[in-house]
């Protein structure tokens, strides 16, 4: 999502008129920096933002990207299955395929308005772009849709590449002490939109909050009035006030968060549940699932700054259900194998690296 946001902020930051290419990684096989779904945005002078790998096919793309669309939209094709690739220069080192769709964007924005309304708007969407060989290459539709997920998809004879894009996680803190600065920085860092909320006007100073999206002035008996949780909300609790913790609690468990984490030991954890249980609110086995206490991943943090990373990495692993380790130890690939490759010989495509 901070890509998207990157692209987007990029886009509006051009004066008007200016023309661009999106570049679209569409399909992958074998090992490769990025997956479909990754972009960059170029203007006739400069990479403006995105990535489609660790920064080799970038800088091609920057000098060639143009003349690669003089004609309209092509595929290009980077092949790096073989050690000569070194010698080429793309250095991709990874031993996979990447084709990248480019496309020059016209003055309505086309799929960059598309993806910028979602963003702002904090709605899902997709845009479906036709990369079958044909007249109709490369034309794209746009649904409201949440339940496509990126990739390519062949139907009656005709291919598409489905390019989803999905809201903004948002995060909630609940506390607006200074371990929670560091927090509210690394969310915003990873382009989650980020909420704090306290009862202390004085302490929920803008100056102190800099990088939050939103402050909310509330009493802990007040939040279900004043603060809306969904299914995108990740809450993190750390009032250091157990009667505010006590409230709190059970309003964020009784929410659809996905994820709700509380600061401080297992006992007192423990003890919360306790006494909502004795004031009539008896957590679920689905809530407790999503209740994290101790919150955070046991990477030895220390001091607020180490505790944040421990929180935010926590988040993300739960929220991409994922369990955390050491890649060192894994004996399988950071990402599932791919080898959806659209067929060169049946597309307008341009081709790179060895094949060039």
Not at 21 to 27: D, G, S
Not at 132 to 148: I, K, L, Q, T
Request: contains cysteine; negative net charge.
């Amino acid at each position: 999502m901070k890509e998207l946001e990157d692209l987007v902020k990029g886009w509006r930051a051009l004066p008007d008129g200016t023309p661009v290419i999106l570049a679209t990684v569409v399909a992958t096989s074998g090992s490769t920096y990025r997956k479909p779904g990754a972009k960059m945005l170029i203007t006739p002078d400069k990479w403006v933002a995105g990535s489609i790998s660790g920064g080799c096919l970038e800088s091609d793309l920057t000098q060639s990207a143009w003349e690669k669309t003089e004609s309209g939209p092509t595929l290009v094709t980077y092949d790096a299955t073989a050690d000569e690739d070194i010698l080429w220069g793309y250095g991709l080192g990874c031993n996979g395929t990447v084709q990248v769709f480019l496309e020059r964007i016209d003055e309505p924005g086309g799929p960059l308005a598309f993806f910028s309304d979602c963003y702002e708007r904090g709605v899902a969407g997709v845009v479906s772009t036709v990369l079958s060989h044909g007249p109709e290459f490369g034309r794209h539709a746009y649904v409201m849709d949440e339940s496509r997920t990126v990739g390519l998809e062949t139907f009656e004879g005709v291919t598409r590449f489905f390019d989803p894009v999905t809201p903004r996680l948002e995060l909630f803190v609940f506390g607006a002490g200074h371990d929670s600065l560091p927090l509210v920085r690394l969310g915003k860092a990873l382009g989650w939109r980020v909420t704090v909320v306290d009862k202390r006007a004085q302490a929920l100073s803008k100056e102190r909050f800099s990088e939050a999206d939103s402050l909310i002035v509330c009493a802990p008996e007040d939040v279900a009035k004043k603060v809306i949780l969904g299914a995108r909300s990740a809450v993190v609790l750390m009032t250091h006030h157990y009667l505010h913790d006590r409230q709190l609690l059970q309003y964020a468990l009784g929410s659809p968060a996905s994820y709700v984490g509380l600061l401080g030991p297992k006992r007192r954890a423990e003890r919360l549940l306790s006494d909502l249980r004795d004031d009539g609110f008896v957590a679920t086995e689905a809530q407790v699932e999503r209740l994290h206490a101790p919150i955070g991943l046991d990477i030895g943090a220390e001091g607020p700054d180490e505790i944040a990373l421990a929180i935010v990495a926590e988040i993300q692993a739960f929220l991409k259900r994922k369990q955390p380790a050491s890649l060192r130890e894994s004996d399988v690939p950071i990402h599932a194998a791919s080898d959806a490759l659209l067929p060169t010989e049946a597309l307008s495509t341009t081709q790179c690296g060895l094949l060039a």
